[in-house]
């Protein structure tokens, strides 16, 4: 394995001077004698002996190349005992996992057949090398801490997709994330692990034992007495789940955590080691000796100060040493065990980076004296060694270990040469550069210190009825605010030492964008903003594909860090160019969304495709833009669109790209921890089932496009004299400002879309540990009050409430500090300061782009996405801990997005249906909220108007239910018993909200905000209902129309509730059905209190029969009162007897919403308005032919005493609920049953004295004092009707309208409702000219 003189195949350069064997004499200034003494002093001889002559016979660089020979060759093994075989292991050398055969399942396999990712439910696959004596170990880098079972097994293990390494007789295996060990049976055993951890697997096969650690600690020995004699040896093997991943190491590197006495499975380079070592003294010989030629002597000095001056004698000398150096520096072992330790070592006095000038010195002298390709492999290897050793260390509480190798990072990256080699090639293209820039969260607090760190805990310990949080400080005990105080100061002690590590990361980002490093090619900047594009490219496209997608959580902190620095650039612009805009004031000007100069790879736009959009829009581009589209490309794009499947076939099915052994063209984010080109894909099924629909002829077809971003330029980019690069294309009503660097702008909109991609997600995932901390607390406490409450005559009880305390406290400690590290790293106020600028940046740029008019389509949707996620993160996962008020310019924000959602909720402009949802959804949270409500409110009044005007509608082909559920929110606090945050029957039940998407989940929390009513919002809805009289009928006949189809299909769906519940056999209700009935009634209760609203407020629409629609509207609206009135209220009806049975799903149907909603209209218009419009609706009502008296009784508890009887009915079939969903079947009806269930009380509006004030119950009962007056009159005068005289169509109403020009007859109201839809009449098929009164002659 010794590479002699240039050991590669590619010819070295001779750096030999030609003086050296031509004149033997000239050593330029030094002279034969101190030269002598020179290269003695940086090679010293090892043999005392021959030294001692080789001292007097002076060396010179004619005979160094063969004394460094001589010297290099001691004590090297000879030929024989290198190649001879360890005793006690067999297999081939290097080790590597057994790609041709020993696999089960679906797997990744890296390219280095180290890393390995799971592809089905439990794939295995073992080593290629075996042990049978002796003590051997191996590490494994753990990546995912998901399920795996890691340790050994023998040849003789069959595994499938259920059963793996453990699971069979022969195998043997450790499993962190179940904290179990295996062996066919399974135990207690070990820690728990984490991604980031080193799992070291020991076997002693003399002993028969087998051991793990974990990041070097011993857990303890696992097995013993493990099966052992002739013919059974022990491979490594692994078992993982879907998408789990690792990387081992059996020895191609050192390992991290060597145990004494065992062997790597993997000899390390022995021989090429010592040499290694041997040319790194002479190297630091060279460094720390000085030729002082004037004095004639050698002088000795620090290495630190030692520059590349070009002496010759030195540079010789070196040229001599790198000969042999520079071929080991390409081999991984050495890279890391010999030079990264070296450089690791200057850097260990502490101080900052630039203090240390001789890395920047060395990395110099490496680019003068290796070959290229020698530079560039061990630049890669050595970034490849830093970044695992970055990423694999443990956390320690003052972050040592990740500042040590990030100082490295940033000391090699500060060199310009390399720097630029390592971002060309290999930051983004061979190595995950993002976990630079990540910190992982400790699982188990107490190895990562944070017990030291945080010495007191502490957590909140008063609630409201609700469980919420009440954090009054004037509560606090003295003992609680002294512990809040020692946490807070933990918490801050432990912000500092990670804000040392993020202000290392975002020196290396700062580095990365540097734009001045011109000398050597093309500036930093722009090679690092065509790999993030690609970068973004790659997640924004192969969602789904396991191993080409960044982890959320790295992309959280790159995010962060990325800000800062861009920020940071931002500004040093703007000081030396004060016309340009602030990164304070930053956005992204339109014209990047429509000139062609930037990338969106297919993301949506506000206004479809873009290919579509080119081709409507290319009039305005000319005329606004000055941006001609070429008809070329038109149909270039058209014919893309027809083909685009056959196009993405290779490039967006990396699986297929991967079984047929065609490389990835990136590193896979779950393996091996850098390199990770999951390119091999390995399936014990004879097909496998990701092949691609047609062979693939080159791994991957690049469209000219991508090819673009690779290869843009500076003045590409930035633009030179009359180019304005990426901002081409200026419309008229940008300003003529510079805004940035061009291509800052292009990276902040990298840094929306990364916020889009994935850090959103994860910024809601990791509010659960506070929401674990918040359920824990009220669970304590809850326990506490118990024991507090606990006779003392049960012990037994006591002692078992003591044990639970005692595991909620410790869970708490646990939590709280974990919660710490959390809050630091994740929701801190700097934290919390990107992501309101990153909302901001939105705000503004869509503010921007719709100042455009029809070019606003061009703006992709994931503006709009961030601008409402991010506003959603500030009041959901920030707070409460960081309050939004302390925000600055907070109020003017919620301002400027509240005039956002107004306006573009329904922008003709914007057409994907996805985004109009959630714009809807954030305008329904944003008028929950007192504060974003005020916001609402203070947007100019013309759009209030515009967007009030929008959500009157008619409810038809559009999505109504969110803008009803908006005018419900501006209403409720109002309407009639309407003050309730939940409904009385639900208080005690917690609202399921946890696992819905983000803005749904918004809405869900919103439901449950105190109410907050706008007046001036209705003000204007009463303003434009009624001056627009066409618009008020249009809008309440769809209401009407959608309460009657909501109410109906509601009562439908609870008639199939109870048959199933009254079939003898146990039947399953499908969930989804519960639900969806649900949400039928909570649409009828929300569509009745709309009604109630227009009727409160504009009382006319319905009673001024001036209006050409009035009367038809009030019978319509008396009508479904009736309906609902009477189905609700009815005696042992199917309402009661649904609502009875309680099942999960139905919670919210119950008797007090949707009564109490009719209720508030029928006030309204029969006790609050002025007397003819209550006579015109008393009569309506009256003469409805379903009015029931008894319903109006109903209400107040006086419909009779049947009730007892109907309640025992209903309850004989209570729920027995089921595993599928919601089971319903009768139980046996029992005596205490039914004596039970007679005592259920009817409903009446005067159990809810919380809910219904002492005025409108007074209301209810002067409503039912003149309906029964009203009906007993109605009733004395009515004359009867003949049956000639009745309406033909409804036999309800008498003919009062005969129809023009075929004088046939009907009633007002059917002619009416027929004319809304229909202009033909009802009988004859005639067009109606006109509708003119009708009275029946008195003579006849």
Known sequence: MSSKGGGTALTRRNYRLASDTDKPRATGIVNERLLSDYLH???????????????RKPLGFQDLGSHLERLLSEGEPTEDSRDQPVEGRLGPQPVVLDHTSGFEGLLFVDDDLLGVIGHSNFSSIRATTCVYKGKWAYEVLISSQGLMQI?????????????????????????GNRVRKWNVTTTNYGKSWAAGDIVSCLIDVDEGTITFCLNGQSLGTAFTSIKMGPGVAYFPAISLSFKESVAFNFGSRPLRYPVDGYLPLQNPPTSDLIKAHKLLGYIKNVLSTAIDAQEDRLVEKDCGLWRLHGEPTVLVTLAHIFNHFAPLMCKVYLVEDVLMNFLLGILEGGGSVDEHPLIQQLLDLFWLLMEDYEVNECLKQLMMSLLRAYRFSPIIPDLGFQIHYLRLTTAILHHEKSRKYLLNNVLFDVLRSVVFFYIKTPLRVKEAGLEELILTTWWPTHFDKEGKDEREPADESADERLRRRAYERGCQRLKKRIEVVEELQVQILKLLLNNKDKSTGEASRYIFLNKFRKFLQENASNRGHPTALCPPEYMVCFLHRLITAVRASWDDGHRKNPASVS????YVPPQLFYNGKVDYFDLQRLGGLLSHLKKTLKDDLASKANIIIDPAEIQATSMDDLDEDEESGAAQRPFGAAAMGGALARPSWLSSPTLGRANRFLSTAAVSLMTPRRPLTQPEKVKVRTLAVEQRTEEDIEGSHGNDGLLLGRPLEEPDQPIADKSLLEIVDGIVMMYNLSVHQQLGKMVVVSDDVHEYAVALKDTEEKIARCPSRRPDILEELQKSQKVFAEKLNHLSRRLAWINATIYSKDKMLDVYWLLCVCIRTIEHADNTGSLFAFAPEFYLNVAMNAYSALKNYFSPANGMEELPDYEETLTQLAAILAKHFADPRIVGTDIKDSLMQALASYVCYPQSLRAVERIPEEQRVAMMRNLLAPYEQRPWAQTNWILVRLWRGCGFGYRYTRLPHLLKTKPEDANLPSLQRDLSIASFQKPCPSLLLQR???????????MAASFLNSVLNQLNWAFSEFIGMIQEIQQAAERPERNFVDTRQLKVCATCFDLSVSLLRVLEMTVTLVPEIFLDWSRPSAELLLRRLAQLLNQVLNRVTAEKNLFDRVVNLRLPGLESVDHYPILVAVTGILVRILVDGHRQGISRAASVLLSDPCFQLHSIQHLLGEGGDSSGSSAAISSAVRPVVGSLGS????????????????ERKHFSLHAYTDY??????????????FLTEE??????STAPTSEEDLCPICYAHSISAIFKPCSHKSCKACINQHLMNNKDCFFCKATITGVEDYSKPASS
């Open 1271 to 1276: 009906s007993k009159q109605a009733a004395a």
């Open 151 to 175: 340790g050994w097994c023998t040849l003789n293990c069959r595994f499938n997709q259920e059963e793996g390494v453990g699971d069979t007789p022969d195998s043997y295996a450790y499993d």
């Open 1020 to 1030: 204007h809805m009463a303003e434009l209902l009624s001056t627009d009289k066409d």
């Open 1223 to 1238: 089971s319903v079947a009768p139980p046996m009806p029992s005596a205490a049953g039914s004596a039970a269930s007679s």
């Open 583 to 586: 990164s304070e004031e930053a």
């Open 41 to 55: 002093h940086v090679f010293p001889s090892t043999k005392q002996g021959p030294a001692l002559a080789s001292l």
């Open 1252 to 1265: 219904i004030s002492e005025e409108e119950k007074q209301k209810v009962e002067l409503m039912l004092a």
